[in-house]
């Protein structure tokens, strides 16, 4: 049993259930940075009475960020799934855009939303990231794109995409909402394809409550998105372009300041779950936690565990034996974008050209990690799951 029971106020606002604050917490909780010095920061923002519209702490973040990870420019916006649709539309996507069905499902909805068609492409079981060779066989005169997804921070093959969007003429962008942080042949990520998006969602290592932002090398891309973002306007009374509303406000940023100085602190404590949990769960029969690359820096945020068919327990018994106790394990990112609608219905034979996405994500659960996860709850987790498959 674990010594304590835990109930995720972050959980229950992401499935939409009423917030519970009296409730016991859940093993599994976003990381906040130094309170102190993010109330000071809130103190200032109320002290300047500016609340939003690029103020002075949304400039010191997206300047922070862009330094941190080594790239030009830094859009901040209000969260993810609008800066992948606002990327999508300023690179002027359109038709059909290959991306994988194994990735949270914002990736195809950024292009669902927009009128545009996310055809999926399949996966290496091994990385699950997208195999450039599916990626290729999906290329049809109405591809105009193509999405990578650095999935648990584990960098895209970029070459290979490259070289091939190259080869076709497309354009090649990433989602990069799991990858702060992370590094790809030594380099940051932030600087491949024509942009990146990040996620500053609080469930990601990184948050800022919501936001998201894209990064660049590109001037004239991070221009037209500064202005997609604040409904085209340059200056007063000035709109020259179309536009929507993906502004990061202000408490935002001075959350993502604080939490920016912290996250070194983070990746410290998620390497030494992630090495816990390995630990802990090594030489279960049926059962494997996915490795990080040794070469490569990454958040180690997600800790994937596959549950293999021949296992004792199945990957659902599992999941549910750790939901009873309070353990927010979840079963990211199943069953695949392409079995949720409307994808299912536009495609209902998809499964049989994603089989590696579908065999992955019959096996995957994600185990919580972060500062407010303990060893002693890692024992714990590790003692639940060995009691269940070895009876
Ligand atoms: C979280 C996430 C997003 C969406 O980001 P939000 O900030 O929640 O809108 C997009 N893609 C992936 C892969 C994600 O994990």
């Known amino acids: 049993m674990p010594t304590k029971t835990f109930r995720s106020k972050a959980d229950l606002a992401i499935n939409g259930a009423p917030p519970a604050f ?4 859940h093993v599994g909780r976003p990381n906040i940075g130094d309170r102190d010095a993010f109330t000071q920061r809130v103190n200032k923002i109320l002290d300047n009475q500016w609340l939003t519209n690029n103020g002075p702490m949304v400039l010191e973040f997206e300047r922070r960020i862009a330094a941190h990870l080594g790239v030009k420019h830094c859009i901040a916006m209000c969260n ?12 002027g996507l359109e038709g059909e855009v290959i991306v994988p069905s194994w990735t949270f499902v914002a990736t195809a909805h950024a292009l669902y939303w927009q009128g545009i068609t996310p055809v999926f492409a399949d996966i290496d079981p091994a990385t699950h990231n997208l195999d450039p060779e599916a990626v290729r066989r999906m290329i049809t005169p109405r591809t105009s794109g193509i999405i990578g997804v650095h999935l648990w921070g584990r ?15 497309l354009k090649l962008m990433f989602d990069a909402a799991h990858a702060f942080g992370s590094t790809y042949k030594g380099q940051t990520i932030g600087r491949f394809g024509a942009c990146e998006v990040l996620s500053f969602h609080a469930t990601k290592s990184f948050n800022t409550f919501e936001g998201g932002a894209v990064v660049t090398d590109d001037e004239e891309l991070a221009e037209k998105m500064r202005l997609m973002r604040n409904f085209g306007f340059h200056g007063y009374d000035n709109v020259i372009h179309p536009g929507t509303n993906g502004k990061m406000i202000e408490v935002c940023a001075a959350m993502g300041l604080t939490n ?5 602190d983070v990746i410290t404590i998620n390497m030494r779950n992630h090495s816990a949990y390995t630990a802990a769960l090594r030489g279960m029969p049926g059962i494997s936690v996915l490795a990080y690359d040794p070469a490569e820096h990454n958040s180690h945020h997600y800790v994937v565990i596959e549950v293999d068919p021949s296992c ?13 106790e309070n353990v927010l394990a979840r079963k990211y990112f199943w069953p695949g974008a392409h079995r ?3 994808y299912s219905e536009i495609f209902p034979h998809a499964n049989l050209l994603l089989r590696n996405t579908e065999f992955v994500a019959a096996k995957v659960v994600i185990l919580p990690s972060g500062m407010s996860v303990a060893l002693e709850d890692i024992a714990t987790i590790g003692a639940i799951i060995k009691q269940m498959v070895e009876g």
Request: proline share 4%; glycine share 6%; aromatic share 0%.
């Open 22 to 25: 009296d409730q016991p917490l």
């Open 312 to 324: 004792t327990v199945t990957r659902d018994q599992i999941v549910a034996a750790l939901q009873a």
């Open 260 to 264: 920016l100085d912290g996250h070194s």
């Open 340 to 342: 949720m609608k409307p």
């Open 155 to 169: 960098a895209a093959l970029i070459d290979e995409l490259q070289s091939l969007a190259d080869e076709h003429g």
């Open 80 to 91: 993810g799934t609008i800066a992948l649709e606002i990327a999508i539309r300023a690179l």
